[in-house]
Structures are given as C-alpha cells and as structure tokens.
C-alpha cells in the first residue's frame, strides 16, 4: 500500500514539475485533469488492498462498510 502511495506523489510531484515547466493554463489544466483521474484510482487500488489484507480477519458488514465509504468519498468529490 505504501508502494502505491509512493508511487502517486511522485505522480502528482511530476505533474507539478509540468505545469511549472510549460507554463501555460491550457497546458496545466490538461495536466490537472489527469493528475484528477490519478487521485480516485489510486483510492481504489490501495482500499481494495488494505480490505485483501483485512478479509480474513473483519465481518463482511465492516467490508461493506468500507466500500460504501470510499463510494461516498468518490460521490462526494464530483463536480
């Protein structure tokens, strides 16, 4: 999980370095609109992840508990 995450900063970190290095507002709002699809996938993959590791050990409910989060996340954060 935490090679994912890693993984996304230096994602987001180059998408920074673009945006400063091309500076122009077409250009940046590209790049931040592919940064935007980054952000919800790595959620996902790192959520589904941690659940894989919790499977096991936690109720079925909990788990339903937790997808109903991060969908509730993902709703909240749409334009």
């Known amino acids: 999980m935490a090679a994912i995450r890693l993984l996304s900063a230096c994602i987001e970190i180059t998408g920074a370095i673009l945006i400063l290095r091309f500076g122009r507002v077409e250009t940046a709002l590209r790049i931040n609109g592919l940064l935007g699809l980054v952000g919800p996938t790595i959620l996902i993959a790192v959520t589904l992840l941690g659940v894989a ?6 109720v079925p409910g909990k ?3 937790i997808f109903i989060g991060v969908y509730l996340i993902l709703y909240g954060s749409r334009p």
């Open 63 to 65: 788990i339903a508990l």
């Open 53 to 58: 590791g919790l499977a096991g050990r936690i």
